[in-house]
């Protein structure tokens, strides 16, 4: 089967481009530090301690959505809100530590991964799941143990 372009790439990539991801991580480690840094007078922001889990920049690297997660999952809701009422702010800071062409705008959202991670902890330990699972491997008749 030919290719139907040059280079034998599809048509539409599969996921962020190279420069996209090492931009992502350039925007990501610069937020750390400057919030690790800064003093903010949001009360909400006061001693809450929040962990950047990704930054996913668009193609034209002019906009990136950081996801976040604050310390324990506790008044996410308010540390977004507050977090993006300070991106202009953050933006600034930003345009002075990283070498971009553009400084992206920011956009925080609250990274759902964790409670998504917590809900499958949950139904692997139902019992019914245990249950079902120990029915698996007793069928499947192979070893999985050592050897």
Known sequence: MKPSH???????????????????????????????????LDPVLVDTIVTITE???????????C??????????????KSLNAVSKFLR???GRMIDMKFTPDLRFVHDQSFA???HIERLFEDPRVQADLAASDEDDGSDHGPA
């Open 92 to 94: 600034g800071q930003l």
């Open 55 to 65: 930054v996913r920049m668009t193609p034209d690297l002019r906009h990136a959505i």
């Open 6 to 40: 040059k280079g034998g790439r599809s048509a539409q990539p599969s996921g962020p481009s190279q420069r996209q991801l090492r931009a992502g991580e350039l925007v990501r480690h610069a937020l750390v530090e400057i919030m690790r840094e800064e003093t903010f």
């Open 67 to 80: 996801f976040v997660q604050p310390l324990g999952g506790l008044n996410a809701p308010a540390v977004v």
């Open 116 to 118: 998504a991670a917590q």
